[in-house]
């Protein structure tokens, strides 16, 4: 099982900048697609988009695409949602969560393993 921790919510007006970070343990994560989800106060969790932790290779959401930008350390394993650009509707509770590859589509929450706790994101207009 990986332990994720999420950090870097914050409150920020319209038009700037966030780095969330997610941090996982307990597992080598050569074989994982770790991915961001959000969930808006009253509304479902939605796909915002992953990494797979092997290549690197990125995947976004229409929402966010170029506006956010997710990259990886893994000498920390840590993976990073670079948010720019923020919209009022972008304010949601932001989650990290991990599968293995082979464990169903990367899109859907429901392929996924292991969830953080969140880290509320709030943008002002």
């Known amino acids: 099982q990986v332990q994720i921790v999420e950090s870097g919510g914050g409150l920020v007006q319209a038009g700037g900048s966030l780095r969330l970070s997610c941090a996982a343990s307990?597992?080598?994560?050569?074989?994982?697609?770790l991915a961001w989800f959000r969930q808006a106060s009253g509304k479902e969790r939605e796909y915002v988009g992953h990494i797979t932790w092997s290549a690197g290779t990125t995947y976004y959401a229409d929402s966010a695409k170029g506006r956010f930008t997710i990259s990886r350390d893994y000498a920390e394993n840590t993976m990073y949602l670079q948010m720019n650009s923020l919209k009022p509707e972008d304010t949601a509770v932001y989650y990290c969560?991990?599968?293995?590859?082979?464990?169903?589509?990367?899109?859907?929450?429901?392929?996924?393993?292991?969830w953080g706790q969140g880290t509320q994101v709030t943008v002002s207009s």
């Open positions: 969560a991990c599968k293995l590859v082979t464990r169903g589509s990367p899109l859907f929450r429901a392929s996924y393993d292991s």
């Open positions: 307990g597992r080598t994560l050569s074989r994982y697609v």
